[in-house]
């Protein structure tokens, strides 16, 4: 085959002549050796499709083997051969660890479906997370299945959506979030939501979605028929998901509390709570008439509204009233109404009470509320209003009280001087206090023949952070020493808004205690858990600090022996805006207490 180059320069009429020729050539030549390679890639498609068929064909055989297989397999599995009552057996041991179990095993087979179906007990707890946008049928299905008969224990939590935000953007951020929702309890306040993502034994219910949003993989529920009518054509899809997401919102709570009013009679334990108001909350009225099996009662608010009296069982009145709870042992109302007289608040072992901003009841009242539970074990009360007591205080002795919880207003510390606690192991005053308590919780030991108290706080809570607005430089004790000699048998002791410097002189070495002249002890030789919170330090806080760790945490491992006593090694120390304390004296306390949790002033920060 000729080149280019072949042709002699320069051109003339014979050579150009044959470069036609040769070019006519080649053309036929590229033009026959493109057919042969389509042929060759037509032939080649045509074996590709085939193989692939061919494979196609056995893989779905192999499906079918493998399926055969996995049958087989599970047909010859040792738990098919289980006795139907011993796999009963098993249903119900896993539902006490696990009240959600009962979902996941009904989805497992068939024949464990229709066996959890046949089991009302495994049904028995409700466990559910959940938000007013979501379908209330689910406690409806649960109570279904739970049965007539089986008492019932129930947990809901109700995650109420920002007014602000439309229901759809609050849904589509809890979808995507990986994190735990963030509880809701405030400080001193015992009402907390479970994390959706780590803890099993919550069912989580997710609000329903528009059908497309962002890259959020959504199952919906089937859609009404569109319609027409006078009025015009349908709405658009996603305008009518927000309006079923709206009515949902709005009527939740009427239609899970009449499910679960209907049930009343099984309550063996029920606690609501939710974070803030929500539209259908008057459903809550609804809770009224006897609960033969309840043991345990807690309806709860993170948010301090405003309500009028509801006619609802706390509300009841002792007089009208004929309400049976002879089994009510637990008692929890936070920012919701309750009267003072009413039937529930009789016969309780643990009582928790959070008023609401508008209660403002005479000290006496309380009183008269503890008067009518002599075999309470824990008391918990907040109020921030209460009123001068109109009846004369006569001292109530609750001989089995263990702990007894104290928040809000400063009259509630005349509460004390009212009781005797023979038993008492906790002491929490969160009281807006307008002089030293020291002289009340002493006259309360004294009084109570010296209780051996465990775990003391004061201010360590809500009112810590008002603490040197109420109680001035001082805090809330004036004399630390003559308190805390008294509370031998003390293990913790966590303190807010008070200053450093004479709290920790109290703590420290008798010897360098100036308060103690005669016969030195330690104060709370038993004490092994320290906090402070919002405690103001002068020029010596630090060195305080660090001097009544050296005493009680020494290099040795013994401290020094004052008046026949040891005290044991502190092994927790919390310090929450209080000083900055400096990175040389973090390491230092880091080598001789265990555990050491310190944040700094923001002021520093």
Not at 134 to 143: Q, V
Not at 267 to 296: C, H, Y
Not at 373 to 398: C, D, E, M, R, T
Not at 562 to 582: A, H, I, Q, W
Request: hydrophobic share 40%; glycine share 4%.
């Amino acid at each position: 085959m000729s080149s280019p180059s072949d042709f002699p320069e320069p051109p003339t009429k014979e050579t150009l002549a044959d470069a036609r020729r040769t070019l006519e050539t080649t053309r036929d030549s590229v033009q026959a050796l493109n057919t042969k390679i389509d042929v060759a890639e037509a032939t080649l498609a045509q074996i590709l499709r085939e193989s692939q068929y061919a494979i196609s064909e056995l893989q779905a055989q192999r499906s079918i083997l493998e399926n055969k297989l996995a049958k087989t397999m599970a047909y010859l599995s040792p738990i098919r051969r289980l006795p139907t009552e011993l796999l009963r057996e098993i249903f119900m041991w896993t539902s006490e660890d696990h009240p959600c179990s009962a979902w996941v095993l009904a989805a497992v087979s068939a024949s464990w479906r229709r066996l959890a179906l046949r089991i009302p007990v495994i049904w028995s707890k409700i466990r559910l997370l959940t938000t007013q946008h979501s379908s209330a049928d689910t406690i409806r299905l649960w109570l279904e299945r739970s049965g007539d008969t089986v008492p019932l224990d129930i947990e809901i939590f109700l995650r109420v959506a920002n007014s602000k935000e439309s229901p759809e953007a609050t849904a589509v951020r809890l979808r995507r979030t990986s994190s735990q929702l963030a509880p809701i309890s405030a400080p001193g306040w015992n009402v907390s939501f479970p994390a959706s993502n780590s803890s099993p034994h919550y069912i989580v219910a997710h609000p329903p979605l528009p059908p497309s949003v962002g890259n959020v993989a959504i199952i919906m529920p089937p859609s009404p028929p569109p319609h027409h009518d006078s009025w015009g054509p349908s709405p658009p899809v996603v305008e009518r998901q927000a309006n079923a997401v709206s009515r949902v919102s709005m009527h939740w709570g009427h239609i899970a509390f009449f499910y679960l009013v209907e049930q009343m009679h099984r309550w063996e334990r029920f606690v609501f709570r939710f974070d803030k108001q929500f539209t259908s909350m008057g459903a809550l009225k609804s809770i009224n008439g006897d609960a033969p099996l309840l043991r345990e009662f807690e309806v709860s608010s993170m948010e301090a509204a405003f309500f009028a009296e509801w006619p609802w069982l706390p509300n009841a009145n002792s007089s009208t009233s004929s309400v049976v709870l002879p089994q009510l042992r637990s008692l929890t109302l936070q920012h919701t109404p309750f009267k003072w007289s009413s039937p529930m608040l009789r016969g309780l072992h643990t009582l928790n009470l959070r008023g609401l901003p508008t209660t403002h009841l005479p000290l006496d009242r309380v009183l008269h509320i503890l008067s009518n539970n002599p075999q309470l074990k824990i008391v918990s009360l907040h109020f921030q209003g209460i009123l001068q007591p109109i009846l004369p205080l006569n001292v109530l002795a609750l001989p089995h009280v263990t702990s007894l919880t104290l928040g809000g207003h400063f009259l509630l510390t005349q509460l004390l001087d009212s009781l005797t606690l023979p038993s008492l192991e906790s002491l929490t005053l969160d009281i807006e206090a307008r002089e030293a308590v020291e002289d009340i919780i002493s006259s309360l030991l004294a009084r109570s023949s010296r209780p051996p108290l465990r775990h003391l706080s004061i201010a360590y809570g809500v009112a810590a952070n008002a603490a040197t607005f109420y109680y001035g430089p001082s805090g809330l004790v004036i004399s630390w020493t003559a308190l805390l000699l008294e509370l031998l048998h003390l293990k913790t002791l966590t303190i807010g808004g008070t200053s450093l410097e004479p709290l920790l002189t109290a703590l420290g070495s008798p010897e360098d205690d100036p308060n103690q002249t005669q016969n030195p002890v330690w104060a709370c030789p038993a004490l092994e858990v320290l906090g402070l919170r919002s405690c103001h330090a002068h020029n010596e806080g630090v060195t305080k600090l660090v001097q009544m760790v050296e005493a009680r945490n020494p290099d040795n491992g013994t401290a020094q022996v004052v008046g026949g006593v040891t005290p044991v090694r502190v092994s927790r120390l919390e310090l929450y805006e209080c000083t900055n304390l400096g990175e040389d004296v973090m390491r230092w306390l880091n080598t001789r207490i265990p555990e050491v949790i310190c944040s700094e002033p923001a002021s520093d920060r």
